[in-house]
């Protein structure tokens, strides 16, 4: 039924404050201030008023001198509700004693949870263009049976544009709702926030109030065209799968990786550009399981192993960037990508605007690839009405040419048998046929095995053979 979709109205104490702003009022006789040690001291005639900030008036009969260190603030409310204010600090002195505070989320309670019943959950969503969504949209998530996005305008919370709506258990609640807090920070290019929600049950209510966030202020800005049919509603239900699969993966720091891909869309400054860029280079080429110091050859060698992976074409990706006279005709566009990269980290690279569209434009090819995002994204190269699945779908490995590479090479489960001698590898002669005389013995291959880590792969174009 549509009524169990509605969220019901918030029903608090208000007050009207000297600036004419109505605010969610909670006041007590005592509560207590909590040290992160335990350290606590009784504190009396508490008022709380929570909007787009959450300040705190109280008496404390202790004085404080240069108390910087954060605190929490537990109380039950004239009204009933259990209130607890987290990550505080003190605001405003008289003669040393503090009067004031601010917290970064509060957390206000009533009735116990049972964490094996399904409760109602929804979570709020701010400064976030939806006039394009349809009223109620369906989101495809495998764990949750149900989950929708629903637009909806607050009387209090002015900044509320929708919300998701699902009934589960709070655990799963939980799970899914971290995953849709990194692909709204992704699509909004973190300018929308989710920082309000309400969990009801039986018996049971429980609504957190979270700052905004210092981004969530600016003009809304998404890293995506938001007209239909490009809403978050398709953003969702096209990259979900792909962002918990590469999170269940635990190859890459996928919430880093968003973090600095939402990054990039805000930024104004090209010389920034083009480092948060390497960034997330850095990011989409390191493993997790195997951290290792990262140089110059390995960086490449780890970028084309990606560029494989995603099945793009080195070749087809070099014609592009040439075409788009952001790489000279003598290099390829991987040489300067790796050499910017090298170059801005140790402070050497010359900017331009050229440079800053060669990283940008790359990173976010590679982004929409890995998380098979089918939105126009905002990219300066590229039309507005051009799908990015079509745009980087040109720069894909022909399926034909792939599937029809002959791989004649006859496999020997009999490794080479490598000999060491003053700090040289020699390989025996029988494994190059006819290039050499059979009364040699060695032929001495010049290279560096710590170039390529520990799977070492000999890669003759880049060896030379010496007769000995």
């Given at each position: 039924m549509?009524?169990?979709y509605k969220?019901?109205?918030f029903e608090f104490?208000?007050?009207v404050d000297?600036?004419?702003t109505?605010?969610i009022?909670f006041k007590a006789?005592?509560a207590?201030l909590i040290f992160?040690?335990d350290?606590?001291?009784d504190i009396s005639?508490?008022?709380?008023?929570v909007?787009?900030d959450?300040?705190i008036?109280f008496?404390l009969?202790?004085r404080f001198?240069?108390?910087?260190?954060?605190f929490d603030?537990?109380?039950e409310?004239?009204?009933?509700?259990?209130v607890n204010?987290e990550e505080c600090?003190?605001?405003y002195?008289?003669?040393?004693?503090?009067v004031s505070a601010?917290?970064?989320?509060?957390?206000?309670?009533k009735?116990l949870?049972?964490k094996d019943a399904?409760?109602r959950?929804?979570?709020f969503?701010?400064?976030?263009n939806l006039?394009?969504?349809?009223?109620?949209?369906?989101?495809?998530?495998?764990e949750?049976?149900n989950l929708f996005?629903?637009?909806?305008?607050?009387?209090?919370?002015?900044?509320i544009?929708?919300y998701?709506?699902?009934k589960d258990t709070?655990?799963?609640?939980k799970?899914?709702?971290?995953?849709?807090y990194?692909l709204l920070?992704?699509y909004?290019?973190?300018s929308?926030?989710?920082r309000?929600?309400y969990c009801?049950?039986?018996?049971f209510?429980r609504i957190?109030?979270c700052l905004p966030s210092?981004?969530s202020?600016?003009?809304?800005n998404?890293?995506?065209h938001?007209?239909?049919?490009n809403?978050?509603?398709d953003?969702?239900n096209t990259?979900?799968?792909?962002?918990v699969?590469?999170?269940?993966?635990?190859i890459i720091?996928?919430?880093l990786?968003?973090?600095y891909?939402?990054?990039?869309?805000?930024?104004?400054?090209v010389?920034?550009g083009i480092l948060i860029?390497a960034?997330?280079l850095e990011?989409l080429?390191?493993?997790n399981?195997k951290?290792?110091?990262?140089?110059e050859?390995k960086?490449?060698?780890d970028?084309?192993?990606?560029?494989?992976k995603l099945?793009?074409?080195?070749d087809?990706l070099?014609?592009?960037?040439?075409?788009?006279d952001?790489?000279?005709e003598k290099?390829?566009f991987?040489?300067?990508?790796?050499?910017?990269?090298?170059d801005?980290?140790?402070g050497?690279?010359?900017i331009s605007l050229?440079?800053n569209?060669?990283?940008t434009?790359?990173?976010?090819?590679?982004?929409?690839?890995?998380?098979?995002?089918?939105?126009?994204?905002?990219i300066p190269?590229?039309?507005?009405?051009?799908?990015?699945?079509?745009?980087?779908?040109q720069?894909?490995?022909?399926e034909?040419?792939s599937?029809?590479?002959d791989?004649?090479?006859e496999?020997d489960d009999?490794?080479?048998?490598?000999?060491?001698?003053?700090?040289?590898?020699?390989?025996?002669?029988?494994?190059?046929n006819?290039?050499v005389?059979?009364?040699?013995?060695f032929?001495?291959?010049?290279?560096?095995t710590?170039?390529y880590?520990e799977?070492?792969?000999?890669d003759?174009?880049?060896a030379?053979?010496v007769k000995q």
């Open positions: 549509i009524s169990d969220c019901p109205e104490m208000t007050i000297e600036f004419d109505e605010k009022f006789d005592a207590k992160d040690d350290e606590s001291y005639n508490v008022e709380l008023y909007l787009d959450i300040n008036n008496e009969n202790r001198i240069n108390e910087y260190r954060q603030i537990e109380f409310s004239s009204d009933g509700w259990l204010i600090y003190f605001t002195f008289q003669n040393m004693y503090p601010v917290g970064l989320k509060v957390i206000i309670t009735g949870c049972n399904p409760v959950y929804y979570k969503i701010e400064n976030l006039t394009k969504e349809c009223e109620i949209n369906e989101v495809k998530c495998t949750l049976d996005l629903i637009k909806h305008k607050d009387k209090f919370f002015k900044n544009d929708g998701f709506y699902t709070y655990d799963n609640i799970y899914v709702f971290d995953n849709l990194y920070k992704y909004s290019a973190e929308a926030s989710m309000i929600s009801l049950g039986d018996d209510q957190k109030i210092k981004y202020n600016f003009k809304y998404s890293c995506f938001d007209t239909y049919p809403t978050l509603f953003f969702l990259v979900y799968d792909s962002y699969r590469i999170k269940n993966e635990d720091n996928v919430k990786l968003i973090h891909l939402a990054f990039i869309k805000r930024e104004s400054y010389e920034v860029s960034i997330v990011v080429t390191k493993n399981k951290i290792k110091d990262s140089n050859t960086f490449a060698s970028l084309k192993k990606l560029i494989k099945n793009l074409d080195l087809k070099d014609y592009f960037f040439k075409e788009q952001l790489v000279c290099n390829t991987l040489s300067e990508v790796v050499k910017a990269r090298n801005i980290v140790h050497n690279a010359v050229k440079l569209l060669l990283m434009t790359f990173v976010n090819i590679l982004a929409l690839k890995l998380f098979n995002i089918n939105c126009a994204m905002h190269l590229i039309k507005e009405n051009v799908f990015t699945s079509k745009f980087v779908n720069f894909s490995i022909d034909e040419n599937e029809n590479v791989d004649s090479r496999t009999n490794p080479i048998k490598v000999v060491e001698m003053d700090g040289k590898l020699y390989l025996p002669l029988e494994i190059f006819d290039w005389n059979e009364d040699d013995e032929r001495l291959l010049e290279f560096e710590k170039e880590g799977e070492c792969n000999l003759l174009k880049m030379r053979l």
